[in-house]
């Protein structure tokens, strides 16, 4: 029988880009290396878009019938990707994380989290989070800075690893887009409306002879979610800042990676848009909205944008904006190799 790695969070397929690009640089690795592999995963939003876009996945839903059933054919656990340790809105997020992995330990099931990361320290103290760390047998954190948060909480040093996000093993298939027409530039904002100036936006399109698109790496209109602020800005505006958006529902693999990627110049408060134009070679300003955008700014050197109210802020910062040094960007790549290269020998495999 085949060895079946299953993915046991169920955020997938709810609309965010992001996810995609974890999970598309997860399978490809394994696919490279351990062809007869299988791999599963719970889906709590559009299953069949991820079957689409995954038909080599078996894909399961999220009730506890399904999750049941997922574990009963299951060799190893993966909690896959994302900034799970937060408490922005609520501790559900480490509740389900915390009682999945009880799930599949009662079974005999060892859990991994792999390329995990931190939205907000105060996350790392909670209870649920140290009985996560206590049900994992290795813990891959995506970057130096939440690494260093985990074990100044407490967490076990011998289980608590320096990691990478999965996306950065698509790092080739960004990079092609280096040779595209990217022409123009992008907002890529998800930030409270009380932060963001419609007239402060208006003034940096009105200084710029460059056309300029905005991005929507997440799909749904959510509170704070792109498609909530483009609704907030005038129709004036609107009008020399065309949206971009995909049909998540239906969009290929490929259309996804270039709707993260394909921008000349970048404005972003998005982890997973900023890590792919970094490998497109965009020039990228980061307004840090949280602690893994501070995180990834710091690890590739980002131009820091301190505010998306003052127009003369945005204007500096897209002015110093920098493509992302390519040295910076391969270490992640190596990170991220070793990483799942020591998942493999924890699992036997290699």
């Not at 059933?69 to 994302?82: E, F, H, K, N, Y």
């Amino acid at each position: 029988m085949p060895f079946v790695l299953h993915i046991g969070f169920d955020f997938w397929g709810a609309g965010n880009l992001g996810d995609d690009l974890m999970l598309a640089g997860f399978q490809s690795w394994w696919r490279a290396r351990e062809p007869d592999l299988r791999i599963s995963a719970l889906c709590a939003h559009d299953i069949a878009a991820m079957r689409r876009r995954f038909p080599d996945i078996q894909w399961f839903g999220s009730d506890p019938a399904a999750q049941a059933q997922a574990l009963q054919q299951a060799d190893a656990w993966i909690g896959l990707g994302g900034g799970v340790f937060q408490t922005e809105v609520g501790p559900w997020i480490l509740d389900q994380m915390a009682m999945n992995m009880a799930a599949a330990r009662a079974r005999g099931i060892r859990c991994f989290l792999v390329g995990v990361g931190v939205n907000n320290e105060e996350a790392l103290s909670t209870g649920q989070a140290h009985q996560v760390c206590q049900l994992a047998s290795q813990i891959w954190m995506r970057d130096q800075g939440c690494t260093d948060l985990a074990l100044r909480a407490g967490f076990q040093p011998e289980i608590t690893r320096l990691g990478a996000d999965t996306a950065h093993l698509l790092g080739a298939e960004f990079s092609r887009l280096r040779d595209s027409d990217r022409r123009a530039s992008a907002f890529v904002l998800h930030a409270s409306p009380t932060i963001v100036s419609p007239d402060a936006i208006a003034r940096v399109i009105a200084q710029s002879d460059e056309p300029w698109r905005w991005v929507c790496q997440e799909s749904r209109t959510l509170a704070d979610s792109e498609m909530e602020l483009y609704a907030t800005l005038p129709a004036a505006v609107r009008a020399r800042l065309p949206l971009a958006q995909i049909d998540y529902a239906h969009a290929s693999l490929p259309e996804i990676m270039a709707q993260a990627a394909s921008w000349h110049r970048v404005l972003s408060s998005r982890y997973h848009t900023t890590l792919a134009s970094a490998w497109a070679g965009a020039e990228i300003a980061v307004f840090e909205r949280n602690y893994k955008l501070r995180a990834i700014r710091e690890e590739l050197g980002i131009e820091p944008c301190a505010s998306l109210a003052d127009p003369v802020e945005m204007v500096r910062s897209l002015g110093a904006a920098r493509a992302v040094a390519r040295d910076s960007l391969e270490l992640c790549f190596s990170r991220a190799n070793r990483m799942m290269e020591g998942l493999r020998r924890e699992l036997g495999l290699g």
